[in-house]
């Protein structure tokens, strides 16, 4: 069974900064990507960052470049975000999302994340 488990989420001042950690486990595959999403309060979810496993392709969206930075942990299956310079409308809960068997971020973000963890807050408040 392919679980996601999200963590390193929380409050944080303005101008802050937080790294989230997605660990993956279940499957065997060294060919996956796996994606950063957010949820604000009354909002639809919006993609934030995608890493392939090959780590050859990246994505950000528009208010993720520049202040956040996804990394994995060398094929250990475990994705970070980095996101610094955190701003109010940072605040969402933040889930990471997989699929198995392909190495393109657009393929993934296109058709949709199969596997969904439970999500962490960020919370960004003075």
Same mark, same amino acid.
């Given at each position: 069974?392919?679980?996601?488990?999200?963590?390193?989420?929380?409050?944080?001042?303005?101008?802050?900064?937080?790294?989230?950690?997605?660990?993956?486990?279940?499957?065997?595959?060294?060919?996956?990507?796996?994606?950063?999403?957010?949820?604000?309060?009354?909002?639809?979810?919006? @993609? *934030?960052?995608?890493?392939? %496993?090959?780590?050859?392709?990246? +994505? #950000?969206?528009?208010?993720?470049? !520049?202040?956040?930075s996804i990394s994995d942990d060398?094929?250990?299956?475990?994705?970070?975000?980095?996101?610094?310079?955190?701003e109010p409308e940072d605040t969402?809960?933040?889930?990471?999302? @997989? *699929?198995?068997?392909?190495? %393109?971020?657009?393929?993934?973000? +296109? #058709?949709?994340?199969?596997?969904? !963890?439970?999500?962490?807050?960020?919370?960004?408040?003075?």
């Amino acid at each position: 069974e392919v679980q996601l488990v999200e963590s390193g989420g929380g409050l944080v001042r303005p101008g802050g900064s937080l790294r989230l950690s997605c660990v993956a486990s279940g499957f065997a595959s060294n060919n996956y990507v796996i994606g950063w999403f957010r949820q604000a309060p009354a909002k639809e979810r919006e @993609a *934030v960052s995608c890493i392939s %496993s090959t780590d050859d392709h990246r +994505y #950000y969206s528009d208010f993720a470049k !520049g202040r956040f930075s996804i990394s994995d942990d060398n094929g250990k299956k475990t994705v970070y975000l980095q996101m610094n310079t955190l701003e109010p409308e940072d605040t969402a809960v933040y889930s990471c999302g @997989a *699929v198995i068997g392909t190495t %393109s971020c657009n393929m993934a973000l +296109y #058709y949709g994340m199969k596997y969904w !963890g439970k999500g962490t807050l960020v919370s960004v408040s003075s």
